[in-house]
């Protein structure tokens, strides 16, 4: 098989002193880096929003951080503003090695929010990740990364529907966990046959 590592968002934003920090976000870098040498491809994910996304609480009225809204494509949690294209805060963590073999952005339409490094949140407008696999061959992939709960579960289930045999390795991730999300995500991951390691 062909493997590869799938680095998602390991980004300023979602590291401690960032606009969405995860407790302890900055401690898998290391681990991460160690980790790339043994894989046959390595691609990184970027979560990289417009300025007033619609993701972002900011851009709705009354609407504060970690509440809930409906958008057209479904549920939304409301986030901090975090990851604008081009800011501190979007770059990868500056210890992360970045010498891997793509760099997939994630979150750049302003209507639509992007968990998953294949779909959109409406679970219908691909990414191009997919295509790359399969061209390079692709069919075997360990994810990393942050956040557990969020992008790396909805890219690791994803992952797992498309038919790629899929490892989370969870030492090298972390959660937000926002009202039991972390437990959730760990089942739905299982559920879609995702191993986690
Ligand atoms: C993420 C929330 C908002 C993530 C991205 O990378 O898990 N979470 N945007
Ligand atoms: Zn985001």
């Known amino acids: 098989m062909t493997h590869a590592l799938i680095v998602i968002d390991v980004q300023n934003d979602f590291c401690p002193g960032g606009a969405l920090a995860v407790a302890g976000g ?3 870098v290391a681990p991460i ?3 790339m040498d043994e894989f046959d491809a390595v691609i990184l994910t970027q979560d990289w929003h417009s300025a007033a996304h619609s993701s972002f609480a900011s851009s709705h ?7 809930m809204i409906e958008m057209p494509y ?10 604008i294209q081009g800011s501190h805060g979007a770059a990868f963590h500056p210890a992360l090695r970045t010498d891997g073999d793509l760099i997939l952005r994630k979150g750049f339409r302003p209507a639509i929010d992007s968990y998953s490094a294949f779909f959109e949140n409406d679970h219908k407008t ?7 696999l399969d061209t390079r061959g692709i069919d ?7 956040a557990t709960d969020f992008c790396v579960h909805y890219s690791a289930v994803d992952a ?3 038919g790629f045999d899929v490892t989370v390795l969870m030492k090298a991730c972390k959660a937000i966990d926002m009202d039991g999300s972390r437990a959730a995500a760990e089942n739905a991951m299982r559920a879609s046959g995702v191993v986690l390691a």
């Open 33 to 35: 880096n160690a980790m």
């Open 74 to 83: 479904g549920p939304q949690v409301l986030w901090p503003d975090h990851c």
């Open 160 to 162: 797992a529907k498309l």
């Open 26 to 28: 900055d401690e898998i």
């Open 140 to 146: 075997r992939l360990t994810l990393v990364g942050l």
């Open 126 to 132: 691909p990414t191009g990740l997919k295509g790359y």
């Open 61 to 67: 009225t009354g609407k504060a951080p970690f509440e």
